[in-house]
């Protein structure tokens, strides 16, 4: 079912610009104050982009997210959201993991589980850690190199837990030989011969040829300690063993759960996690705006999905209450992606008549503008990764507005003269989402390409949109989506969206399904390059040979205008969380 596109238009419209005088006026609701040792008042416009927010040690109190989106699962062999990520640092430790500084300090891989950063060896195939000690799990029971490797062998099993990233199947064990602890005929289910773990404190990676982003990869919730008693398959998402300072007390999907203190978790063998908060809630709700509404009364602290607030939302929070707003940029791109399995968008110019068609200006202003939905996107390269460049082949930057003569002349060349039908896939839960694919459907209408627009479950989306089998019955043409680098190469933006050997049966995330050995090959050729700048020019070969491909109409590289509660201590951005809060830093006034 679709809305009345022009109307939702005209709101936006009037939205972004009312947005843009906002953020040019003085701050309102706590003015400027920076609120010292977390005194609970508002700490000041964009205050948690340029520094720390409210910063204080203290203890005590709950912790309230709130969000139109659930987790796509708490399991972190197969959780993909960037949001749960985040939170999965509440319940779950790796061997290296992120600093959890500001800003681009917090990109830096600092030790976790294991005493240092790896040893390793001249030729960059071997990886060595030694464990800390007092390193337990929710039990009290010891964390050690087997429970780990079990960990990371949970990721081969896509059969049973399908929907995280596959870096560390495509690092260790390219060939695909191993199938996964549940299929591991070994009696200890410790079979990928890539991991050695020759005492319970050490544990040895070999890798098949060099990969400069192994760390990165490490530092993922895939890496995450497992002990085999405890792996409930794939129910163990519904309540995960905590490795961390917090264990789940309780967890239903759709509607939220509460994390309480893990009482055998010891802060003298963790040197990243605070663990401030006595309590932490979480409410899933589909409504965004009731949710901004009791984020701004106080009911909640912070938006969970961090994707920014409505249009109603950041209207009232930039009029009455500036100081408790920040307005950063991520790391994300919003885009359509086009999969070539459906016709006919099999066609590449049929594929091309969509991107010139499109209304570029009207899409971005359906996201909030260029302050609160971000700057129009000529390709799909974060300006934050090595190789990103102005490569503009459809012309965006000189004419954001549609090309209705190119869309025509490509409709001509796919056969379709007069246009097509083709379904648009979009979350029901993700207002900006259902706006630009009004817009996207508008803009098409107009060279006679009809756009049936499909709002799908947001929390089922790795099961709809992630299942090419789903997509091609269904026949989205057209998906609506988003995403930022799971680290910051192009190898952990650009990969898993594009490279053919990503493509799984569910948590699929290259829509397009492309699969084309030359850009395999390159990835390849940029992984085993250890000089960053070489390595980042081939990602942009890789970039320029995807937009040739017209597999995405990318709309913006991402801003937010995100709700900050005075209650909130420690707050501030993360590059490595692309730009949302560090979760696992905040605590609370009581």
Known sequence: ?????????????????????????????????????????????????????????????????????????LDPARMYYGFAWDFSR?????????????GVKSTSLVPDLATGMAEISDDGKTYKYTLRDGVTFEDGSPITSKDIKYGIERTWATDVIAGGPGYLKQVLDPKGEYKGPYKDKSKDKLGLKAIETPDDKTIIFKLPKPNGDFEQILALPTSTPVPQAKDTGAKFGLKPFSSGPYKFESYTPGKGGTLVRNTNWKKSSDPIRPALPDKITVTISSNADDIDKRLIKGDYDLDLNATGMTQSGRTEALQKHKANVDNGLTNFIRYAVFPETVAPMNNIDCRKAVIYAADKKSLQTARGGPLAGGEIAENMLPKSIKGTDNYDPYGVLKDPGANVAKAKEHLKACGKPNGFKTTISVRNNKP??????????????????????????????????????VVKSKGYGIIISGWGPDFPTGQGFSQPLVDGRFIVPSGNYNNSETNDPKINKLFDDAIAETDPDKAGEI?????????????YLPFVYEKTITWRSSRLTNVYTADSYSGRYDYVSLGVVK
């Open 539 to 551: 990602y942009k070969e890789i970039n320029h040979m995807v937009s040739d491909r017209a597999v």
């Open 1 to 73: 079912m679709t809305t009345n596109s022009s109307t939702r238009r005209r709101l936006a419209a009037g939205s972004a610009l009312v947005v843009a005088a906002l953020l040019g006026t003085a701050a309102c609701g706590g003015g400027n104050d920076n609120g010292g040792d977390g005194d609970g008042k508002a700490a000041g416009f964009n205050a948690a982009t340029k520094g720390i927010a409210n910063k204080s040690a203290k203890k005590g109190g709950t912790l309230k997210f709130a969000g139109s989106q659930d987790f796509d699962s």
């Open 432 to 469: 900006q989402e259902v706006a630009t694919a009004e817009s996207l459907q508008a803009s098409l209408e107009k060279v006679g390409i009809k756009a049936e627009i499909d709002q799908i479950d947001g929390a089922q989306s790795s099961s709809i949109n992630g299942s090419p089998k």
């Open 90 to 102: 509440f319940y779950t430790r790796q061997l290296v993991s992120y600093a959890t500084e500001p």
